[in-house]
């Protein structure tokens, strides 16, 4: 049996060990926020924090989640929360437009703000380069991020 | 005519509306179109609806995947009513012939539908004025319909919501009747509105395809053949059935020629999580038959099209005497363009739930085109069209991928078979290497040119293989629609002027995708144009706007054909140069062209295309270090699409264009060996990503009063051929073939 946090309530697990936590998440706990776009770790769709730190659970088997503390796109902006400052400023700069590569490029940029609080441009590429977004949305998401950072766009 | 009208709460109205509520339908043909009474059963298409609580309803018939439109329409329509955006609820639509074309392809959404949207709103708010002046018992020229109520000169008011009983009774006016708003009185058009998903979108709510779930709905992974047109033989699923999770295995029959969005066939592992029946898959053996396509290699393939591309082919357009002015010209200059195969890659792959129940199909799937779900669907099934019930999810991207819907033809299949509800997800492997590719080209160029380097002869021959043979396999020749894509309509001053088009086998599924046969014309075309100016030792923006000639509208008359002009008239819609000339001029003075100093490896590159009815240039300054690393770090757009709408969703249009676009020339290649696709992920199907994608794109949109154009599509052309220009003056380096992947390496 594999014990976790998500999101705040613990949860346990029986399947397959090797599931990816992906697939837990938007199957099992039908938490459909967190994204499939590659499952080979290339495109970030996916990516969720783990112990806070931010990791792409189409990579991350069940096993090696036994006892982390998961935070996904619907913890992030959880009802009666304050809405988180990246998806404010997301919101601000208009970012998405399908929308589907957001939570994880979301969920990449908090964990980011988190680390470094005043990230300059190489540390945005650094950190958002294993983000895709088919729909061509880095001018903004850059723009965004700076913005909740409050530094200089 | 006005081509609005009342509906009855009738169908699939009456899940959309509340009982008593005041309904326009406003129909979508062309106004000549719709007065001709031989269309007998003509129905309206857009529908607007005041519920007696004054909820306004408006129903979104268009698919959302990124440009806003499912936003910008009902925006529009509220505008026009005085509605108060808050007070509007949008619905989307399901699949049905009712609402005419609900493909949400060739950048036509605003374009098709902006009459009628405007007169349904502008119906609606007079309807309610003379409801209020009714119920007033006063002239209605004393009313005035503000902000969701009507407004008598006293000062009285009524709440839309009040006016509803009233309104359902008044006659429509006549068309003569209606005021549209003024620019000045807009609250909304021009006002960048945030998108109705906006909030869904940042906090992980929308529901897209891949996240449509029914009750007792089962997962499927299909095994399909590696190579198009082969055939199924056998399969062995002993150790696929041990995989826990696992519950069935089912053949889904080869398609027949012509494939058009039929499900390929295979073996789908049925399982009760994705996880499972991806594992089961991975178990699973099947054997195919050989296809005749085994042989097909996309190396030998590129060398068939090239020595065709250099050999007289079928004429398709002709202006003077090409041949002659070659003969007589002192200098003539040639080259050959490649564009290779290139998939979608959407963010979210192909992926649709379906319910086979009592005869009837039910599926939720990101579509563009829910019609073209039921007409598939119901021919995979063999049963009634309006027996499939298509509801549309949002897109996680769609690029022209959506709108062939064989991935739900796979899922209702399955669940006809089954029993249940079936989802299927495609995995990013079989999106890229089960797509409808977009279409290789490879393009011979040939020009004379006077004593000033501009050309007095110009050759063009495209070879290519149709998208026409989605439909009918013997298709070898572009259609209409191919040629028309900024080819046969290059409306340059060049006095003789000749396209000539070979004919291509098809070894693969190729469809639309984003531009289209745009994509490889522009990059040929704008290339070659930028090679004149270089020859002649001109600057490519005063050489551009010399060739292109004076201020006038270019009648275009491609041999054989009509042209195709994205099915518009060209009274409606003419190829003007004037429209051309302006956006060259204002890249130009946006980008600082003329006071821009090149350096070593540092240099700004131009090209201008009109498509989808809308005139687009783009500047692109790139930087090329010393082991040939290229970044971009401006982009800047000029653009005029006619009327502008959203003018945020525009912008965002041209930026995401600006990427796409940096894509095809940096690093999109498909290419095939022994008939098997060889890219299969975005490690080497790769896109560009926050890294090398251009640091900054800067779009300026032209204000224009002509009719509204293409937005989402037309920035893509002009970029892969900018950047191409700015490499050589950069550089030296002439990029003929794209993508430009490692050809910068110790330039
Ligand atoms: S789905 Fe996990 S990185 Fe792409
Ligand atoms: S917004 Fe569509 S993929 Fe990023």
Not at chain 2, 45 to 74: C, D, K, N, Q, Y
Not at chain 2, 93 to 108: E, F, L, P, R, V
Not at chain 2, 157 to 170: E, N, S, T
Request: with cysteine; proline share 5%; hydrophobic share 40%.
């Amino acid at each position: 049996m594999i014990q976790l946090k998500v999101n705040g309530s613990s949860k346990q697990f029986s399947g397959d060990p090797e599931m990816p936590l992906l697939w837990y998440l938007r199957d099992q706990l039908k938490m459909k926020g967190t994204k499939f776009g590659c499952g080979m770790g290339l495109c970030g769709a996916c990516t969720v924090h783990v112990d806070g730190k931010p990791a792409r659970s189409c990579q991350t088997s069940m096993k090696a989640a036994e006892g982390k503390t998961i935070l996904t796109i619907e913890g992030l902006y959880a009802k009666g929360k304050q809405e988180h400052p990246v998806q404010k400023a997301w919101k601000q700069c208009a970012v998405p437009q399908c929308g589907y590569c957001q939570s994880g490029q979301i969920m990449q940029a908090a964990a980011l703000l988190k680390d470094k609080p005043k990230p300059n441009d190489k540390d945005i590429d650094d950190a958002m380069q294993g983000n895709i977004c088919r729909c061509g949305t880095y001018q903004r998401i850059r723009q965004a991020i700076k913005l909740a950072a409050g530094v200089q766009a | 005519m006005n081509r609005v009208e009342h509906v009855s709460r009738r169908g699939f109205l009456s899940q959309v509306f509340s009982a008593g509520s005041f309904i326009l339908g406003a129909k979508l043909l062309p106004l000549d179109a719709v007065a001709a009474t031989t269309v007998p059963s003509w129905q309206p298409g857009v529908f607007v609806g005041l519920s007696p609580s004054g909820i306004v309803t408006i129903v979104a018939h268009r698919s959302e995947m990124g440009t806003g439109v499912r936003t910008v329409l009902p925006m529009v329509i509220a505008d026009e009513m005085e509605a108060d955006w808050k007070r509007v609820k949008v619905e989307q639509a399901i699949g049905d012939a009712k609402y005419g074309s609900q493909n949400t392809d060739g950048s036509c959404s605003i374009r098709d539908f902006y009459d009628a949207i405007r007169q349904a709103g502008a119906s609606a708010k007079l309807m309610l004025e003379r409801s209020a002046a009714e119920q007033w018992k006063v002239p209605a020229s004393e009313c005035r319909a503000s902000n969701h109520e009507v407004i008598h000169t006293s000062g009285k008011k009524l709440g839309y919501g009040a006016l509803v009983a009233l309104a359902a009774k008044q006659p429509v006016p006549k068309i003569e009747e209606l005021t549209f708003k003024k620019e000045s009185e807009y609250r909304y058009i021009g006002k960048d509105v945030p998108m109705i998903d906006l909030n869904d979108l940042v906090s992980g709510k929308g529901t897209f395809g891949m996240d449509a779930e029914v009750p007792g709905m089962v997962f499927a992974s299909i095994e399909r053949s590696p190579v198009y047109g082969g055939k199924y033989k056998s399969h062995d699923d002993t150790e696929a059935r041990k995989v826990a999770g696992v519950t069935d295995i089912v053949v889904i029959p080869d398609f027949k020629p012509p494939h058009m969005f039929q499900a390929l066939g295979g073996v789908a592992v049925i399982a009760d999580s994705t996880w499972a029946a991806m594992q089961g898959r991975k178990k699973l053996k099947v054997q195919w038959e050989a296809s005749p396509h085994a042989s097909f290699d996309s190396d030998s393939y590129k060398k068939e099209l090239s020595d065709k591309a250099r050999l007289p082919q079928k004429v398709v357009r002709n202006v003077g005497d090409v041949d002659a002015e070659f003969g007589r010209a002192a200098k003539t200059i040639d080259a050959q363009y490649y564009v290779p195969h290139l998939s979608h890659a959407p963010m979210e792959p192909p992926a649709a739930v379906a319910e086979f129940k009592d005869g009837k199909v039910t599926a939720w799937t990101a579509t563009q085109n829910p019609q073209a779900v039921q007409d598939a669907v119901s021919a995979a099934l063999g049963i009634d069209k309006k027996d499939v019930i298509c509801n549309v999810t949002l897109l996680g991207g769609g690029f022209g991928r959506k709108s062939k819907p064989d991935y739900v033809c796979e899922a209702a299949i399955l669940s006809k078979k089954l029993g249940k509800p079936v989802k299927v997800a495609w995995s990013r492997e079989e999106d890229i290497q089960f797509d409808y590719y977009h279409a290789v080209a490879s393009m011979y160029m040939k020009a004379a040119v006077d004593g000033k380097g501009k050309p007095t002869a110009w050759l063009h021959r495209s070879v290519f293989p149709t998208i026409g043979s989605t439909f009918d396999p013997s298709a070898k020749y572009g259609q209409e629609f191919e040629m028309g894509m900024g080819w046969v309509d290059l409306p340059h001053d060049i006095p003789n002027h000749r396209a000539e088009n070979g004919p291509a086998d098809n070894h693969v599924r190729v469809g639309w995708m984003r531009a289209v046969a745009n994509i490889y014309h522009a990059f040929a075309i704008h290339s070659f144009m930028d090679e004149l100016a270089a020859s002649a030792g001109r600057d490519p923006v005063e050489y551009l706007l010399d060739v292109l000639g004076k201020d006038r509208k270019v009648l275009i008359k491609p041999e054989g054909m009509a042209y195709w002009n994205n099915t518009m008239t060209q009274d409606k819609y003419p190829v003007d140069t004037a429209r051309l000339r302006r956006v060259i001029e204002l890249a130009a003075e946006k980008s600082g062209w003329a006071n821009y100093k090149p350096s070593k490896g540092k240099a700004l590159g131009i090209a201008a295309h009109r498509s989808f009815l809308t005139y687009v240039a783009t500047v692109v300054e790139v930087e090329v270090d010393d082991r040939g690393q290229l970044k971009i770090p401006r982009v800047v757009f000029a653009v005029d699409a006619g009327k502008i709408m959203h003018p945020d969703r525009v912008k965002s249009q041209f930026e995401g264009a600006s990427v796409f676009g940096t894509s095809i020339a940096l690093h999109g290649e498909i290419t095939a060996k022994n008939g098997r696709v060889q890219q299969s992920n975005y490690h080497n199907y790769q896109v560009a990503r926050m890294n090398d994608a251009p640091y900054q794109t800067d779009v300026h949109i032209v204000k224009s009063d002509a009719p509204p154009a293409g937005v989402g599509e037309p920035g893509v052309p002009t970029v892969a051929p900018a950047i191409c220009n700015a490499i050589f003056r950069a550089t030296g380096k002439r990029i003929r073939e794209l993508p430009i992947k490692k050809q910068l390496v110790n330039y």
